[in-house]
């Protein structure tokens, strides 16, 4: 089992309308990727989202990504998601910034892709009914890896088109290209992500037994995927939880029940309008108070790991026993950034060796498993005379 972070730039309360908070934020959190990479963690996540106040302000985290290559070595960056909507972004040019970004990353890019988070985020688009987006994704999912193998790229579709043939560039960092991954939310969406070949990014507030019979889901249509929508099939779930660490027991038992453990959570009822919320307060309602009896509640339900390293691991045997590849733990939350960095870096000394001992990412495995789909060229190309082919020749 692997280990990643998950990253929004999340700002509740004043802070959120505070240029300075913003800008400290946000380096801080590229500040923890580091750390994380130091770690011995794999996957650093950052979210695109747009208009969600308080919730994320992270953006663009294309740049983000960008920025985190140069200053990172070995742990993969992954968007958390893309939208490829082309009201929210033309297809083309996600093509070209993830082959961008994995030429920069040194082949250490994921690709996470989705629909968006809810109503009140793709209406920054004018898109006024979210469930349109579902046939838009699916003819773009099937497009991208073309876009990378062929040099004349053309296309006719309902939601978008490429007329006059066209070389997207530039090409993914080959051999293969940037694993394929999709957001999963709703119950169904488990099992398309394995029937496409995708990885599963379970971005869910349920508890981890609820999770099972996802999991089983995405594991039943990994078996049955025959044509993935890239060159390789990438067998991967991953689930977010939230994660109180340190050496001392009560320190992460403290931490846990602070007053705004639960402000998050409100913030999903909020804007996550699409996503199974059973029992979830919706902002500004008051989220409930998390006491110490709490927390052994919500550890034995499934809901939260908390304690020592010790007992850490002791909580994660729930999640390696169900299936999941990939563990990711939102940060910060609720603590300071000095506590992220100290968190970060125990579970990275005394939890992840427990459970992942191979030096190699999963995804690099599977990434190397790739074989091309599409011919060069959908017509011969002409033989064009230039400068070069003169001088070459």
């Given at each position: 089992?692997?280990?990643?972070?998950?990253?929004?730039?999340?700002?509740?309360?004043?802070?959120a309308h505070d240029?300075?908070?913003?800008h400290?934020a946000?380096v801080?959190?590229?500040?923890?990727?580091?750390?994380?990479?130091?770690?011995?963690?794999?996957?650093?996540?950052?979210?695109?989202?747009?208009?969600?106040t308080?919730?994320?302000?992270?953006?663009?985290?294309?740049?983000?990504a960008?920025?985190l290559?140069?200053?990172?070595e070995?742990?993969?960056?992954?968007?958390?998601?893309?939208?490829?909507?082309?009201?929210?972004?033309?297809?083309?040019?996600?093509a070209?910034?993830?082959?961008?970004?994995?030429?920069?990353?040194n082949?250490r890019?994921?690709?996470?892709?989705?629909?968006?988070?809810?109503?009140?985020e793709?209406?920054?688009?004018n898109?006024?009914?979210?469930?349109?987006?579902r046939?838009?994704y699916?003819?773009?999912?099937?497009?991208?890896?073309?876009?990378w193998?062929?040099?004349?790229?053309?296309f006719?579709?309902?939601?978008?088109?490429?007329?006059?043939?066209?070389?997207v560039?530039?090409?993914p960092?080959?051999?293969?290209?940037?694993?394929f991954?999709?957001a999963v939310?709703?119950p169904?969406?488990?099992?398309k992500?394995?029937?496409?070949?995708?990885?599963?990014?379970?971005?869910?507030?349920?508890?981890?037994?609820?999770?099972e019979?996802?999991?089983?889901?995405?594991?039943?249509?990994?078996?049955?995927c025959?044509?993935?929508?890239?060159?390789?099939?990438?067998?991967?779930?991953?689930?977010t939880?939230?994660?109180?660490?340190?050496?001392?027991?009560?320190?992460?038992?403290?931490?846990a029940?602070?007053?705004?453990?639960?402000y998050?959570?409100?913030?999903?009822g909020l804007y996550?309008?699409?996503?199974?919320r059973?029992?979830?307060?919706t902002?500004?309602?008051?989220?409930?108070?998390v006491?110490?009896?709490h927390?052994d509640?919500?550890?034995?339900?499934?809901?939260l790991l908390?304690?020592?390293?010790?007992?850490?691991?002791?909580?994660l045997?729930?999640?390696?026993?169900?299936?999941?590849d990939?563990?990711?733990?939102?940060?910060?939350m609720?603590?300071?950034y000095?506590?992220?960095?100290e968190?970060?870096?125990?579970?990275?000394?005394?939890v992840i060796?427990?459970?992942d001992?191979d030096?190699?990412h999963?995804?690099?495995r599977?990434?190397?498993?790739a074989?091309?789909?599409?011919p060069?060229?959908?017509?011969?190309?002409?033989e064009i005379?230039?400068?070069?082919?003169?001088?070459e020749?």
């Amino acid at each position: 089992m692997e280990f990643g972070i998950f990253l929004q730039g999340y700002l509740p309360g004043s802070r959120a309308h505070d240029t300075e908070a913003e800008h400290t934020a946000m380096v801080r959190e590229m500040e923890i990727v580091r750390a994380a990479d130091r770690s011995g963690w794999k996957y650093a996540w950052l979210t695109e989202h747009h208009g969600l106040t308080e919730y994320s302000h992270m953006a663009a985290n294309e740049v983000h990504a960008g920025y985190l290559a140069a200053c990172t070595e070995r742990i993969h960056i992954g968007s958390g998601i893309f939208n490829i909507s082309p009201r929210a972004n033309h297809p083309v040019k996600v093509a070209e910034k993830v082959a961008t970004l994995d030429h920069l990353t040194n082949r250490r890019f994921e690709f996470g892709t989705g629909r968006g988070a809810g109503s009140h985020e793709v209406a920054t688009f004018n898109i006024a009914d979210k469930e349109s987006t579902r046939a838009e994704y699916d003819e773009v999912i099937r497009e991208l890896d073309r876009m990378w193998e062929q040099k004349d790229y053309t296309f006719a579709g309902e939601h978008f088109a490429m007329d006059v043939p066209h070389n997207v560039l530039p090409k993914p960092y080959g051999p293969g290209h940037p694993p394929f991954w999709l957001a999963v939310g709703s119950p169904p969406t488990w099992r398309k992500a394995g029937q496409l070949g995708q990885g599963a990014l379970g971005f869910t507030f349920s508890s981890i037994h609820d999770l099972e019979p996802r999991i089983a889901d995405y594991k039943e249509g990994i078996a049955e995927c025959t044509d993935p929508v890239g060159q390789f099939v990438n067998d991967n779930a991953m689930v977010t939880s939230s994660i109180h660490c340190f050496t001392d027991r009560e320190r992460a038992r403290e931490q846990a029940t602070r007053f705004d453990a639960n402000y998050l959570v409100t913030m999903v009822g909020l804007y996550h309008d699409t996503m199974p919320r059973p029992g979830v307060p919706t902002w500004p309602a008051t989220p409930p108070a998390v006491t110490a009896d709490h927390v052994d509640e919500l550890i034995s339900g499934g809901y939260l790991l908390c304690g020592e390293p010790e007992e850490i691991c002791a909580q994660l045997k729930a999640y390696e026993r169900i299936g999941v590849d990939q563990i990711c733990v939102g940060v910060p939350m609720n603590g300071s950034y000095d506590e992220a960095i100290e968190m970060i870096e125990t579970v990275g000394r005394e939890v992840i060796p427990e459970f992942d001992t191979d030096p190699q990412h999963s995804t690099d495995r599977a990434r190397a498993t790739a074989k091309p789909k599409f011919p060069t060229f959908n017509s011969p190309p002409a033989e064009i005379e230039t400068i070069w082919t003169r001088r070459e020749g």
